[in-house]
């Protein structure tokens, strides 16, 4: 299911809304069905940021990736799939999950974004006590509100708040944290804990308060102004050893003396993932990360600024400032603010207020004399068909037997009647959406493209690249592409200059360790080598192109602004990797081969004529 909602998002990249109303120019056809130039072009605007490879962005390579996309679609169209039962049920499912955030009072919203705003400002630092409560065993609530009561009393009477917390809270964390939160924000709780502790002073402990968790109360411990967010990155060493202190030290007298930090990240953090992105970890606010490193980056002050080494959980680090951003003005956030606030747990605070609103705006007629004909009725024994009129919503007609269906065998009464016609209402909305709201049309569109295409690939490719016979055949016809290319086991010194360079050589030659080589060479001022062990190929970050795969002691290398000594204990030739250790690639190696000869497929069964002016006008 994870992966089909990632190809469902995937999709929305190639998926257009038609306006069939006003003639367009068409870009190209499939067997003479239309694709129109707005539609191409509103999806790669859309996603030209989105886009990681260059050669995407370019209009023709995403237009040839455009076209497979459409040709996918009417096959699987041809082919019925749009007709399977797991498909319907799919799209209905994600139907009623889309309609949520439009079931929505926007003057309500707008109050709550502009509440969330004036948190966002501010940031709080709470403790808490939590007494869970069993949903489904009423008594339970009543010995839970008493127990939460008897807590806060014990607290203003003056016992502390952490040895309270210790004794009733049913928070797993107590454990470790007596019930102290540190600082968060606006959306960082749920509701009903956020309002709390944003309306209650500093100091102060909050009446109980009931969440979908249990009974709490809070104590607010400080308030301060926002500290927004930053940009950072870091290089981190793993571990709290010696040998992981000693190494990240080193790794941060190299940055005294002038060292790239960028250089540094990409080549000793053990932080693979963001070693990859020369250290970057992105944007982040607080609550985001460890309090250690969250501490240390907030604390940096000017663009530039790395810190001196210090451990968190994780291991050691040294965290480079790249950016501060502060809270956004109200205009700037209120885009995001909206969005979280119809997808948090504050949407049920207007969900039931749109009907409200649409009674107002909807023309709403109920036929008097056809209710109370029902009401008069024994409905249980009447043969009447009830086809009369009992209710309009604009223009649709609701017949008395739609409120039969909906009595279920209750009685009938205003209350239940009131409640069929919200039922309606909603319904009439509902149904009418896709034709009366543009945005919600494009992402229904998304959906539904998404997974008939899902529907399509389980068949063509991932159900084909299962089969164990055809993997073992795809892997027996190419092995040359599944060889170890060649590789050494050692050691490679690099060093700042050329001198100390040739000193690393004639220890090596000697025989003497690495850690040994660092204290004959480093200074507690100044590191002059840093060593890297390990199995390196030709494509290895420290390699040079032409360097020759030898076992023993190098020449001295000049690579960038450093001097490399490689010492190679042990070539590895090339070697054939056996399936049963590299499955997964295999694997994915010939799904690829499967996509190619379907995409093959396609174009020989499909006609796709295109529009050559319309190309070269949307290039221009």
């Not at 809070?218 to 927004?228: C, P, Q, S, Y």
């Not at 930053?230 to 790794?251: C, F, P, Q, R």
């Not at 609550?287 to 080494?309: H, I, Q, R």
Request: aromatic residues 12%; proline residues 2%.
């Amino acid at each position: 299911m994870i992966f089909k909602n990632f190809l469902v998002l995937f999709a929305a990249f190639f998926v257009f809304n038609v306006n069939a109303q006003s003639p367009k120019p068409v870009l190209f056809t499939i067997d003479d069905s239309p694709v129109y130039t707005d539609e191409f072009l509103r999806v790669y605007k859309k996603n030209l940021d989105i886009l990681t490879d260059d050669s995407q962005k370019d209009i023709d390579n995403y237009l040839d990736l455009f076209v497979n996309y459409k040709l996918k679609v009417q096959q699987a169209r041809d082919l019925g799939y749009d007709t399977l039962p797991s498909y319907v049920k799919e799209l209905a499912t994600y139907k009623k999950q889309l309609l949520e955030p439009y079931l929505k009072d926007e003057s309500v919203v707008e109050g709550l974004v502009l509440e969330a705003y004036d948190r966002s400002l501010h940031e709080i630092n709470a403790s808490h006590i939590l007494v869970l409560v069993d949903q489904s065993k009423p008594n339970d609530t009543i010995a839970a509100f008493k127990k939460i009561t008897e807590a806060r009393i014990k607290i203003i009477d003056g016992k502390p708040f952490e040895e309270v917390a210790k004794e009733y809270s049913e928070d797993p964390s107590v454990k470790k944290n007596s019930g102290v939160l540190g600082y968060f924000t606006v959306f960082n709780m749920v509701y009903p804990f956020e309002n709390a502790a944003y309306t209650t002073d500093v100091n102060d402990v909050s009446k109980p308060f009931r969440t979908k968790f249990g009974y709490h109360i809070v104590k607010i411990n400080d308030a301060r102004d926002a500290l927004g967010e930053v940009e950072a990155a870091h290089i981190m060493i793993k571990g709290d050893s010696l040998s992981s202190e000693t190494k990240i030290n080193d790794i941060y007298k190299q940055l005294q003396q002038g060292e790239d930090f960028e250089y540094l990240a990409k080549t000793q953090s053990e932080d693979k993932y963001s070693a990859q992105k020369e250290g970057s970890l992105g944007r982040f606010g607080t609550g985001k990360m460890v309090k250690e490193f969250e501490t240390v980056a907030f604390s940096l002050k000017n663009k530039g600024d790395y810190s001196k080494p210090f451990k968190s959980p994780y291991g050691w680090h040294i965290i480079k400032l790249i950016n501060k951003f502060p809270v956004a003005g109200f205009e700037d956030s209120k885009d995001d603010l909206e969005a979280k606030v119809k997808r948090s747990d504050r949407s049920k605070i207007v969900s039931s207020s749109i009907v409200t609103k649409l009674k107002k705006e909807y023309k709403i007629e109920v036929n008097q004399k056809a209710l109370d004909a029902l009401k008069k009725e024994n409905i249980k024994e009447s043969t009447s068909d009830f086809s009369e009129i009992i209710l309009t919503v604009n223009n649709k007609l609701i017949l008395q037997k739609e409120f039969v269906n909906y009595l279920r065998g209750r009685n009938i009464n205003d209350v239940v009647f009131e409640d069929f016609i919200d039922l309606k209402i909603l319904d009439y909305y509902k149904n009418y959406l896709e034709i009366n709201d543009t945005e919600y049309s494009n992402i229904y569109k998304e959906y539904e493209e998404g997974l008939l295409l899902f529907e399509l690939l389980q068949n063509k490719i991932w159900d084909t690249s299962k089969d164990s016979i055809r993997v073992q055949n795809y892997y027996d016809s190419h092995k040359i592409d599944f060889v170890l290319e060649e590789r050494f086991e050692g050691v490679i010194a690099v060093c700042s200059d050329k001198k100390s360079a040739k000193k690393v050589m004639r220890q090596f030659d000697n025989g003497v360790a690495t850690d040994e080589i660092k204290k004959l060479i480093n200074t507690e001022e100044e590191v002059k080598v840093i060593f890297k062990s390990g199995t390196f190929n030709k494509t290895a970050e420290l390699i040079p192109s032409d360097y020759s795969f030898v076992a023993g002691i190098s020449k001295i290398i000049k690579l960038e602004n450093k001097f490399i000594v490689i010492n190679s204990d042990k070539v590895l030739t090339e070697e054939q990797q056996e399936l049963g250790e590299i499955r997964g690639k295999v694997i994915s190696d010939y799904q690829e081969q499967l996509e190619k000869e379907w995409i093959e497929e396609l174009n020989n069964s499909y006609v796709v004529k295109m529009n050559e002016s319309e190309v070269k006008s949307i290039i221009k």
